[in-house]
């Protein structure tokens, strides 16, 4: 199991929670952190903003020899003490289970029973690139849940969990147990945890920026397309914008 290097506080990613995935994603985008978007991988319960930790559980494709392995008892997966109940244990507030299933996006990775887990863990959501069993149930328990889809189908002919808090890939991206998992109703963006702290003075003057932008354009009936790239005019239209933030 990796140890995590950087454990973002639960004041900074309180921050997060009004900067926009976009604006994360430029700022990485210029920091050359260009594949953290996930592909994918949607909300399957629109309106409801996703920040935490990761924790991170990795799948692989079924096989005898894997099931013996990985299983503590002798019921079938879902009733044994196995890596996906270890991460369903290893959650606290403010993590979020991340569950690579190797973009198999038809595959279920749990139901409404063991994800029921994630609510009285008092953890953030769940990420899959896998489906939910039983999604339209799970969605009910009111936590930020992302997958590659719902299914009415069981997991184990397909794959297994095998390991958790390591390195693993989800919707085509790299993540780390620890990265700041944001999710929006765009999907979800992976922040790096050793960059949150980082960017998020840069996230905010962009955003402010970008409202400035608006605000001005809407008021005055004109185009933005003048304070793009960001310009003197862009920096003088900010200042009044914030001077009167302060009034």
């Not at 926009?20 to 985008?29: C, D, F, I, R, Y």
């Not at 920040?51 to 997966?77: F, I, N």
């Not at 749990?110 to 009285?120: A, L, Q, W």
């Not at 922040?191 to 400035?212: K, S």
């Amino acid at each position: 199991m990796v140890d995590v290097a950087v454990r973002v506080s639960e004041e900074l990613l309180d921050k997060y929670r009004s900067v926009s995935n976009a604006t994360v994603l430029g700022e990485l985008s210029r920091r050359d952190y260009k594949k953290v978007y996930m592909t994918g991988v949607q909300t399957l319960a629109k309106g409801r903003r996703l920040v935490g930790r990761a924790v991170t559980l990795r799948y692989l494709p079924s096989r005898p020899d894997l099931q013996e392995y990985v299983t503590r008892g002798g019921h079938g997966e879902g009733f044994n003490e196995t890596p996906r109940w270890d991460a369903l244990e290893a959650l606290g507030p403010g993590d979020v289970l991340v569950a690579d299933c190797m973009g198999m996006g038809d595959t279920s990775t749990g139901g409404d029973v063991v994800f029921s887990r994630i609510v009285t863990q008092k953890a953030a959501g769940l990420v899959t690139d896998g489906a939910i069993r039983d999604g339209h149930k799970v969605v009910l328990y009111g936590y930020p849940l992302f997958a590659g889809g719902s299914t009415p189908t069981i997991g184990e002919p397909n794959v297994l969990p095998y390991e958790i808090n390591e390195p693993i890939q989800c919707g085509g991206v790299l993540v780390w147990p620890g990265d700041v998992i944001l999710g929006d109703d765009d999907g979800i963006v992976v922040l790096p945890a050793q960059l949150a702290g980082d960017i998020y003075d840069d996230c905010v003057h962009h955003d402010e920026v970008e409202q400035a932008i608006l605000e001005h354009t809407m008021k005055e009936g004109i185009s933005p397309k003048s304070f793009y790239p960001f310009n003197s005019d862009t920096e003088r239209i900010y200042d009044e914008w914030k001077a009167r933030q302060g009034e």
